[in-house]
DNA sequence: CTGATTATGGATCATTCAGTCCATATTCAG
DNA sequence: CTGAATATGGACTGAATGATCCATAATCAG
């Protein structure tokens, strides 16, 4: 068969060992299925769904990643990771106002309405999947621990309520708006919210 | 074949016409249909879990309901006007503060992990599914002028946002509660919500 | 009773699903 | 070059999926 792989080794991976090299790049495989799951969901992601997407046949998708539950996990995992280091550095960049920086980010009015992945399998699998609430859990204990300290830097844990509930409504008007609720009337209601929050 | 079936009519059914008649309760049948979806999610319920719960062989289930899709669309609007009605009835009935009674009944901190099963839809089919998005918003919607209504009887229209804001914080806690996070610390942050939310 | 009409049970169907297998290809160590 | 080791393509598998079909049962009108 012709075949014109690449004669060297691929972007992003290691050196390689003894046997036949990776023919792709695990991270941009990885996520790549992360896409697809944020997109579609567990359940309605099939692996051809995901293996069509990779670019990668059964084989190195199983031989790569295990199992379609195995690459999920690891996709929210890698989500997760990358969402709370962006909102950190949206808390700490802003000059202005940290907490309506970071409403702005999660709740995201202009995005698309994928809405936030974490809170997607938390909806969907959270109640069925120990392992899924408990990711959940931290990454909504991130994010409420990210308003703490954007609200009183010098003693977090005095306003934790306050942040959960920033933490909360954030969350909420992810709803709204897969629900097609206009941008502009969940941005004003996220202005509204702040001014009346603020102590 | 033995059969034992009731000799006479069923419960709830009407006054049959010319063939056999039902031998199950149609309204029964939704409701229990109601709390699988409720429970599982669209996509994870399989027609066995269905006709299983309900108690119906495959024909009767399509002679009554149609396909998984339709019975799944007449749950919700089902459950959605049983929800509105109920939180309405809780809203006029409270003689204390119909706003904290409202709070309450939606993120419901000591209930169940089911959630709301408008906002679990939303979550898992609104993207995909423009009658699915309707129906959530017009839920959303009903929820938002209720709290409207509590906040400002004699001009709801001057706090659709404060009601939004509302409606939000109280979907949000859903998330939070089924990610596993005690449901102490969702009351608190309700109590504190409240308080700071008040004009 | 007879015939029309509707419901029921259960077999059946084509499709899709996640996951496996094997022959072949590509690399490294010696 | 030889052989061990790993990757790849793609056919294949058994189970589960949503949905249909048909013979039979139960009812009503006449």
């Known amino acids: 068969m ?3 792989t690449s004669s060297k080794s ?3 991976n290691k050196a390689p060992g003894p046997g ?4 792709f790049d695990e991270a941009a495989a990885l996520q790549t299925a992360m896409c697809v799951f944020w997109q579609k969901g567990f359940e309605a992601t099939s692996l051809d769904d995901l293996t069509a997407a990779m670019g990668l046949s059964r084989s190195s998708f199983y031989g790569a990643f295990g199992d379609k539950q195995t690459l999920f996990l690891r996709a929210v995992e890698h989500y997760s990771k990358n969402a709370i280091r962006t909102l950190k550095e949206i808390a700490e960049a802003t000059d202005g106002d940290a907490v309506e920086a970071m409403m702005e980010a999660i709740s995201d009015p202009h995005g698309g309405s994928r809405g936030c992945l974490l809170v997607n ?3 969907e699998l ?3 999947d120990t392992r899924v609430a408990e990711l959940g859990r931290r990454h909504l204990e991130s994010i409420e621990e990210i308003f703490a300290k ?3 830097p010098q003693d977090p844990g005095a306003v934790r309520d306050r942040a959960r509930a920033y933490t909360s409504l954030a969350i909420g008007t992810l709803a709204l708006r897969k629900a097609g609720i ?3 009337r969940i941005a004003d209601t996220l202005k509204q919210a702040k001014t009346v929050l603020s102590p």
Chains 1, 2 share one sequence.
């Open 182 to 184: 206009p941008a502009d």
């Open 2 to 4: 012709s075949h014109a």
């Open 121 to 123: 399998c938390i909806t």
């Open 20 to 23: 036949r090299p990776r023919n």
């Open 126 to 128: 959270a109640p069925h």
């Open 10 to 12: 691929l972007p992003g």
């Open 150 to 152: 954007a609200l009183d």
